[in-house]
């Protein structure tokens, strides 16, 4: 794998590793991506039922798309690329920080063990309440007269705390000034096709892009420094491993000096 890692800048003595996740990540292990040859949006439009205006002009049609999505059968095989990664962060945070955000509502990174894994566009696990905005632990399925714990809303006001199309993705407030801090950004199994998360790549130095395939078009963005293609059960791990032996490496040259 031809990745210069010795070119990497790391200014604090505490380096941050910034990884973004995508459905290419969950895609080994069962779940469909959105974009790709058998994706969720290739039959269906985002904007008629997955968006703002749809929960709001047709409730019944989200809630009823959103709980069968949601109830779809458990992965066909366990998370050991998740694992992978949950370990790659353990192992080094005696000196480097590891901050992983994912675009996916899956809890793939939670069954692995990584529970500090954060969900940009929300999860399947909590429901939010459109009244009152808080969030809970999801109960059964997503009903018109399901009622908020917190403030008593009915009436479709229990909701997925998923981020449809037309709303503000969680954890902008401090997003930027992460990537910005971070040595390395690696973009794993997204297609860049979704906004803001496709423009973090802009506040970052060196990027690593690890997808099945090079996007081209409009997706194709040039501020990676380096794209690694093929499924990330295989490209994954090596760059992890790679990345570990840089930071640590220089972790110890750091503590002999
Ligand atoms: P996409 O479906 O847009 O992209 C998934 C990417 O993963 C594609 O570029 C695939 O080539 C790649 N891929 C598939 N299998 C892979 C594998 N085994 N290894 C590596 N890469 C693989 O999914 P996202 O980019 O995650 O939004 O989509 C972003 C957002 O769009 C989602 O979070 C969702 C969706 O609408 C919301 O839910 C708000």
């Given at each position: 794998m031809n990745i210069d890692f010795g070119r990497l800048i790391i200014n604090d003595s505490r380096p941050l590793v910034f990884i973004l996740s995508g459905a290419g990540l969950s895609a080994e292990s069962g779940i469909p991506t959105f974009?790709?040859?058998?994706?969720?949006w290739k039959n269906l439009y985002p904007s008629e039922i997955a968006s703002d205006t749809a929960l709001k002009e047709r409730p019944e049609d989200v809630f009823e798309f959103t709980t069968s999505e949601s109830e779809r059968?458990?992965?066909?095989c366990q998370t050991p690329l998740i694992l992978q990664l949950h370990n790659f962060s353990s192992r080094l945070k005696n000196y480097c920080d590891v901050v992983h955000v994912t675009?996916?509502?899956?809890n793939l990174n939670e069954l692995a063990g990584s529970p500090s894994v954060f969900h940009l566009h929300g999860d399947f696990q909590s429901s939010l309440c459109s009244r009152c905005k808080n969030t809970f632990p999801r109960l059964g399925l997503y009903k018109k007269d399901n009622v908020c714990?917190?403030?008593?809303?009915s009436d479709y006001s229990v909701r997925p705390n998923v981020v449809l199309f037309g709303e503000m993705p969680y954890g902008l407030d401090w997003i930027t000034s992460y990537l910005k801090k971070a040595c390395v950004f690696m973009s794993v199994g997204?297609?860049?096709?979704?906004y803001p998360a496709a423009n973090?790549?802009?506040?970052?130095e060196a990027a690593i892009r690890i997808n099945f395939d090079i996007e081209t078009g409009?997706?194709?963005?040039?501020?990676?420094?380096h794209e690694i293609t093929g499924p990330c059960s295989q490209t994954l791990p090596p760059v992890l491993e790679a990345l570990k032996e840089e930071l640590s490496s220089r972790f110890e040259d750091q503590k002999n000096k």
């Open positions: 974009r790709g040859k058998d994706g969720l059968p458990p992965p066909v675009q996916n509502v899956d714990p917190v403030c008593g809303a997204t297609s860049g096709a979704v973090f790549v802009l506040d970052t409009k997706r194709k963005n040039a501020r990676f420094t």
